[in-house]
């Protein structure tokens, strides 16, 4: 059996390569797109596509679909997984840090939708899944853009699976708890960086990647005719 191109963004590190990895033992081809290709050739797995895509560039992203679709065919799975999380208090917080949030983590996402799912419609299968976040169930005090971005992913994600379904599409969300990648290395006040990272530690670093992607796998895994549309996964000892 020839098994379908699964797309990944933000492929390169945390949760996006734990994707990569399964999904290639799996034996599927793969479409790996990120910011830094080097981080995506690393990774050195095989029928792997990589591409130099930010994920705001909606035509970048479109164009290295259809590339990867031409050499192995069409898209059967795309994870939507690129994300960017600025911590910072909304009062102080410099806002060129809300734009980017909601350009990488909420247009990201749907530039990816844009991607496929015309042509997962038109086949009548396909998979997407949007990486969201607990912080896109409730709210966290300093995590209020990050928050809003998460829960727009979740609403997006509904609504378009909505539409998606009598076209036999399925699109689904996953939303993890605390997981020590890159993630929180990135926040800019380093009050706030510590802080955050002091929640992950008195987690051991909360979950693995390789948990997330197994959720992942297990949405994807189902028969074509079972969605699982959220999944909400966490550290046991996480409590909020
Ligand atoms: P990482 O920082 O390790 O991964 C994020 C990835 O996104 C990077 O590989 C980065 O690659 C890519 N990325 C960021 N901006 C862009 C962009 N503009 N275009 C393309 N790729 C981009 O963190 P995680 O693996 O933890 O995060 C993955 C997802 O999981 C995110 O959506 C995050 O919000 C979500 N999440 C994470 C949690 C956690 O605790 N870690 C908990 C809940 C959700 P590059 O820089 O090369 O572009």
């Given at each position: 059996?020839?098994?379908g191109?699964?797309?990944?963004?933000g492929?390169?590190?945390?949760?996006?390569a734990?994707?990569?990895?399964?999904?290639?033992?799996?034996?599927?081809p793969?479409?790996l797109?990120g910011?830094?290709?080097?981080?995506l050739?690393?990774?050195?797995?095989?029928r792997?596509?990589?591409?130099?895509?930010?994920?705001?560039?909606?035509?970048?992203?479109?164009?290295?679909?259809?590339g990867a679709?031409?050499?192995?065919?069409?898209?059967?799975?795309?994870?939507?997984?690129?994300g960017?999380?600025?911590?910072?208090?909304?009062?102080?917080?410099?806002?060129?840090?809300w734009?980017?949030?909601?350009?990488?983590?909420?247009?990201g996402?749907?530039?990816?939708?844009?991607?496929?799912l015309?042509?997962?419609?038109?086949?009548?299968?396909g998979?997407v899944?949007?990486?969201?976040?607990i912080?896109?169930?409730?709210?966290?005090g300093?995590?209020?853009?990050?928050?809003a971005?998460?829960?727009?992913?979740?609403?997006?994600?509904?609504?378009?699976?909505?539409?998606?379904?009598?076209?036999?599409?399925?699109?689904?969300?996953?939303a993890p708890?605390?997981?020590a990648?890159?993630?929180?290395?990135?926040?800019?006040d380093?009050?706030?960086r510590?802080?955050y990272?002091?929640?992950?530690?008195s987690l051991e670093?909360g979950?693995?990647?390789?948990d997330?992607?197994?959720a992942?796998?297990?949405?994807?895994?189902?028969?074509?005719?079972?969605c699982?549309?959220?999944?909400?996964?966490?550290?046991?000892n996480q409590?909020?």
């Amino acid at each position: 059996m020839t098994l379908g191109l699964v797309v990944i963004t933000g492929a390169g590190s945390g949760f996006g390569a734990a994707c990569a990895r399964l999904f290639a033992e799996d034996g599927h081809p793969l479409l790996l797109l990120g910011r830094r290709t080097d981080r995506l050739e690393a990774l050195g797995l095989p029928r792997a596509v990589t591409g130099a895509v930010d994920v705001t560039d909606r035509a970048a992203f479109a164009a290295a679909v259809a590339g990867a679709e031409a050499t192995y065919g069409p898209t059967d799975l795309l994870v939507n997984n690129a994300g960017v999380m600025l911590t910072g208090d909304p009062l102080t917080q410099d806002p060129a840090e809300w734009d980017r949030m909601i350009d990488v983590n909420v247009r990201g996402v749907l530039n990816g939708v844009h991607a496929v799912l015309p042509g997962m419609a038109e086949r009548g299968r396909g998979t997407v899944v949007n990486i969201s976040s607990i912080a896109g169930r409730k709210t966290f005090g300093p995590n209020a853009i990050y928050c809003a971005t998460k829960f727009a992913v979740h609403a997006a994600t509904e609504a378009i699976r909505e539409q998606a379904a009598p076209h036999g599409v399925r699109v689904s969300v996953i939303a993890p708890g605390y997981a020590a990648t890159e993630l929180s290395s990135h926040i800019t006040d380093p009050d706030t960086r510590a802080a955050y990272q002091a929640a992950e530690a008195s987690l051991e670093g909360g979950l693995t990647a390789d948990d997330v992607a197994r959720a992942v796998a297990y949405v994807y895994r189902q028969p074509q005719n079972v969605c699982i549309r959220e999944i909400v996964l966490a550290d046991t000892n996480q409590v909020a």
